[in-house]
């Protein structure tokens, strides 16, 4: 549905919890129920009615809306076509890019419009094929020849905008963008192997089953001093609520670490941060999490958590991620171990190979 973009703003909460939409005078009632702005998401708007839940998601002058309930969802639409001047576009099937495809199993959401439109603009519609988006580490190349600057910060803008349903990307788009600054021929070639894989992945997508169940798990992970030029590490995290991933980060972390041991903790860390806004988003749903399982593939990391006599060996660890430990002695988060095989956060991390990066 698309209209004014002031749709929704200008709304109150009358009696007994019901909602009116409008300038207050041709306002009319909505429905009852408890209204709720979502902390997270402030053009969010979750209303829980009697026999149901309602939700708006505003952007600019789109509107994404659903419920529970169908009756309310004529209802809804039907009171705002009669408030505002707005078209009703129908079933979700695209909103800023995105492309989604419902069905009774569940939603797909790709970005390949967006990707084959990318392609074609720079000319990689009939190259070989890549495998993978990355084979190996960058630096700053100091002695390598420059390029057009322009060129490199739109291939990385293009870029940017497609890990939003591509996520296998993010640590490889990441990285090139850290030379945005100063780009040389050898990024410039990374890059270009990006393209190379996009091409023969234009259909790729992200997958989110009906049949799943409101677990929030995450998992952690991180490349010791990974970075050539500041021998920083990089963290990898994502989160899936049952089967379905819904966020991931691939971020360089700020510090320098001594060990393996504590650049997975400051991963762990940044980790259990996410799960905090994640958790806050899913209880404006209506669907809190008590606690929280986290995912490590590093012993070392796990027993920090738990052991307080290894105070000694973490004391250099920024304080901000020392909380972990009250975390983990509240019960409100489990860190468990997984193999490094299976830790699906290692895409986020460092450059695979072909048949791990296809396994993962």
């Known amino acids: 549905m698309t209209g004014n973009k002031n749709v929704l703003v200008n709304y109150k909460e009358g009696k007994e919890g019901a909602v009116t939409f409008g300038d207050g005078n ?5 429905g ?8 997270v998401a402030p053009l969010t708007v979750v209303l829980y009615l009697t026999d149901g ?6 952007y600019v002058n789109d509107i994404i809306f659903g419920s529970t309930c169908e009756s ?10 009669s408030e505002f001047e707005m078209s009703l576009i129908g079933d979700l099937s695209y909103f800023l890019g995105l492309q989604i495809k419902q069905s009774e199993q569940g939603m797909f959401i790709s970005q390949s419009k967006y990707t084959k439109s990318m392609l074609e603009k720079i000319g990689f519609t009939q190259v070989k094929h890549a495998h993978t988006p990355t084979t190996s580490k960058l630096n700053k190349d100091e002695s390598g020849d420059p390029v057009d600057p322009t060129l490199y910060h739109s291939m990385i803008g293009s870029l940017l905008y497609l890990t939003a349903s591509r996520p296998n990307i993010s640590f490889s788009v990441g990285l090139c963008a850290r030379y945005q600054a100063n780009a040389k021929q050898s990024h410039l070639t990374a890059v270009k192997r990006i393209f190379e894989y996009l091409a023969g992945t234009v ?7 009906c049949d799943t169940y409101m677990s929030l798990v995450g998992y952690s992970d991180s490349d010791w001093a990974g970075s050539l030029d500041d021998r920083k590490s990089t963290s990898g995290v994502c989160f899936y609520i049952g089967n379905n991933l819904v966020s991931w980060i691939s971020k360089k972390q700020h510090s320098i670490s001594l060990s393996t041991a504590e650049a997975e903790y400051i991963a762990v860390g940044s980790c259990y941060t996410q799960l905090i806004w994640l958790n806050k988003m899913l209880t404006d749903y209506g669907y809190p999490q008590k606690s929280f399982t986290l995912f490590c593939d590093n012993t070392s990391t796990i027993n920090i958590s738990k052991n307080p006599v290894q105070h000694s060996r973490t004391k250099h660890i920024d304080m901000r991620y020392q909380f972990i430990r009250n975390m983990v002695e509240s019960k409100m988060l489990t860190i468990s171990h997984i193999s490094t ?6 895409l986020f ?5 072909a048949q791990t990066y296809a396994h993962l």
């Open 72 to 81: 309310e969802v004529t209802r809804f639409v039907e009171l705002m076509q």
């Open 32 to 39: 009852k129920g408890d209204l709720v702005l979502n902390g």
């Open 349 to 353: 991390t460092k450059a695979l190979d």
């Open 341 to 346: 095989n299976a830790q699906l956060a290692d």
């Open 203 to 209: 259909e790729f997508g992200l997958w989110y089953s």
């Open 53 to 58: 839940i309602f939700f708006a998601h505003i």
């Open 26 to 30: 041709k306002g009319q009632n909505f």
